[in-house]
């Protein structure tokens, strides 16, 4: 058996594979976990972030208010499922009133990171750029600089220092719905000074992994296992009504996580269920969080539908090596 590095969650959210089905990732019984109107404000809540917090969990949500500007809020759970949402946004507090100008906030991740919950997020900047934030509390949050220059998006940390350094992944992009996009890796001795950066993986032209063509990007921070890191990302075809996200995995190299050691040729989740197919933006699974349980290996992942709702999906780190090992690309 593999074994996930990393604390135990027994209380992680958690139901049985279905019997007889014969995919590596199966969804929650009771999805969507949080609906359109998440908050007072809200026209949708998707592809957000939790993290366990003192005796249950605490989050950032990507809600979308009526008139359809993004912004980031906090939420809190006692058992990862049912989440009372704050209808007012974050408040930053920082060094710099230029970073902490808001033009809009979406896609958050949450890192715990030594002593504290990072905070990573798409942030307007003159276009699409990574935001960089860190809280002890949920409560208050501050905000450190941008990571890169605008355009990019999908920020998301390792769970810790490698090799000395803070390392995030990112996927450069343009100003708007980017049809193309690879990930790579950028390194840092103090969250705030971002180089060394490593080129990942790119989409897969073609026909080999159609679902993966047009662009890929991180999705939840990585898990650590005995074999290397388990990296969820999301992968996009561009069809004749436009894009379709699904989800893949990929084994990453332990301390060049730019290495790819493995990386699924079929993806592990699609949009299937009509919550999936149907929303604002249809046809989207899009994963910002994974819990993770090193004492069973269980791993319930948070994920966005249809840029409308949230739903969560549940594997094991056991399912996903097994998977990819294979229906890997060779
Ligand atoms: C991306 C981002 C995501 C969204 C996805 C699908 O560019 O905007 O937030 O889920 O498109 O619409």
Redesign the pocket.
């Known amino acids: 058996m593999s074994k996930i590095i990393g604390a135990a969650l027994p209380n992680l959210p958690w139901e049985e594979k279905p019997e007889g089905y014969t995919m590596p990732v199966w969804r929650y019984s009771g999805n969507p976990i949080i609906g359109r109107n998440g908050n007072k404000v809200s026209n949708s809540v998707?592809?957000s972030a939790v993290v366990p917090f003192e005796n249950g969990f605490a989050g950032v949500f990507?809600c979308d208010s009526r008139s359809i500007s993004m912004d980031i809020f906090v939420g809190r759970s006692k058992d990862g499922i049912h989440w009372e949402i704050e209808d007012t946004p974050i408040q930053f507090e920082g060094a710099d009133g230029e970073i902490l100008n808001r033009q809009y906030r979406?896609?958050p991740r949450v890192c715990f990171l030594e002593d504290r919950y990072y905070i990573t997020w798409?942030n307007g900047y003159h276009g699409p750029t990574i935001g960089v934030a860190y809280t002890f509390d949920f409560k208050k949050f501050a905000q450190l600089e941008n990571a890169f220059l605008p355009c990019n998006?999908n920020g998301v940390l390792f769970p810790r220092k490698i090799n000395g350094m803070y390392m995030m992944m990112s996927r450069p992009s343009d100003n708007g719905?980017?049809p193309f996009g690879d990930i790579f890796v950028s390194q840092s001795p103090d969250m705030e000074f971002w180089g060394k950066h490593r080129h990942m993986m790119s989409p897969i032209p073609g026909d080999t992994s159609a679902w993966q063509c047009t662009k890929v990007g991180p999705g939840p921070v990585p898990i650590e296992t005995d074999e290397g890191w388990l990296m969820i990302y999301h992968g996009v075809i561009t069809t004749c009504n436009g894009?379709v996200?699904r989800m893949g995995v990929a084994l990453l190299d332990k301390e060049e996580p730019w290495k790819v050691l493995y990386r699924s040729k079929d993806y592990i989740l699609a949009p299937y269920e009509l919550y999936e197919c149907v929303g604002d933006?249809p046809n989207?699974v899009?994963p910002c969080a994974a819990l993770a349980d090193a004492d069973t290996g269980r791993i319930a992942i948070y994920y966005?539908c249809a840029?409308t709702v949230t739903g969560i999906a549940f594997t094991t780190a056991d399912e996903l090596l097994h998977y990819l090992k294979e229906h890997h690309i060779s």
Do not use: K, M
């Open positions: 998707f592809n990507r979406y896609d798409c998006r719905h980017t894009f996200y933006v989207v899009f966005g840029d």
